[in-house]
């Protein structure tokens, strides 16, 4: 499979951002923060620069066409349909990363490069009717604290399904030595999906797991509070990959509001 040219994609970079224009004569900008996801057949890009007032223009082949564009941490990543990772720029132009030599996986789908990028093309994680933990000294009284759509509290231990829009939870942990004072701490932990349950599987002195809709692996905290893991997606698991599938296959435009992405065909 060769390197080519075919309906490229102009990427326009400029003042620590960047917008992708469907070809250079083009007067529709889209940002590329969060991303940019494209549904036609484009080959290649146009990496559009200015340097000291003066624009210069570099033209990059690709094997596959383009799946996605976008800047996260201030790196610019395009990706291919097909290859793993994802061509990398600094925010001046600079070529740190290509997709030449990286070949070409027949299975690799939506599925790979959104699980691998997720802050990027699923949207970033938000803080929205955030669920607030009581975590105390004694873990038999830690609390999934009540809201207005939750009218009363409930004990961590088994803990509880969750409804209603859910984005972020906070957790409340007492008796916490700061500046050799006992205070109470918050700390804020913002999630991309909405929270589907919260709860210790086992006993009081379990793990503290809070699951995020789509995803299989959940937020892991020992029962004092301490982050041990963030929720991710699975691999293997059959209902990740289907509301991966979901959001950019079936209802693409429930995507765009709820996800913030935009799609260029």
């Known amino acids: 499979m060769e390197n080519k040219i075919l309906n490229p994609i102009s990427i326009k970079l400029d003042k620590g951002s960047g917008v992708v224009l469907e070809d250079t004569d083009s007067t529709e900008e889209l940002s590329l923060i969060p991303g940019v996801m494209f549904g036609n057949e484009h080959y290649g890009f146009i990496l ?15 094997q596959c066409r383009i799946d996605a564009v976008g800047i996260v941490g201030g790196v ?11 061509w990398k720029f600094d925010l001046k132009g600079n070529l740190k990363k290509s997709l030449y030599n990286v070949p070409v996986e027949e299975n690799r789908d939506l599925y790979d490069i959104a699980s691998d990028n997720y802050s990027m093309l699923m949207g970033e994680p938000i ?6 933990l009581k975590i105390p000294n004694d873990p038999r009284y830690s609390l999934i604290l009540s809201d207005d759509s939750c009218k ?10 969750i409804g209603g829009e859910h984005y972020g939870f906070i957790l409340v942990i ?3 030595i700061i500046d050799n004072k006992r205070v109470q701490k918050e700390i804020i ?6 929270i589907e349950a919260i709860g210790s599987e086992k006993h009081e002195f379990d793990d503290i797991k809070v699951f995020e809709q789509g995803k299989y692996n959940p937020w892991r905290f020992s029962y004092k509070g301490i982050f041990k893991e963030e929720a991710s997606y699975s691999p293997y698991s059959r209902m990740d990959k289907e509301f991966i599938h979901k959001v950019f296959n079936t209802n693409m435009e429930d995507a765009k509001e709820k996800y913030n992405i935009k799609v260029k065909k």
């Open 152 to 161: 009363e509290d409930y004990p961590l231990y088994p803990g509880t399904m």
């Open 189 to 194: 932990y913002p999630t991309q999906n909405r």
């Open 48 to 62: 559009i620069t200015n340097n000291n007032g003066k624009q210069r223009e570099t033209v990059y082949q690709t």
């Open 76 to 86: 610019l990543k395009i990706f291919e349909e097909g290859k793993k990772g994802h």
């Open 174 to 176: 007492d008796d916490v």
């Open 127 to 132: 803080v929205k009717n955030p669920i607030s």
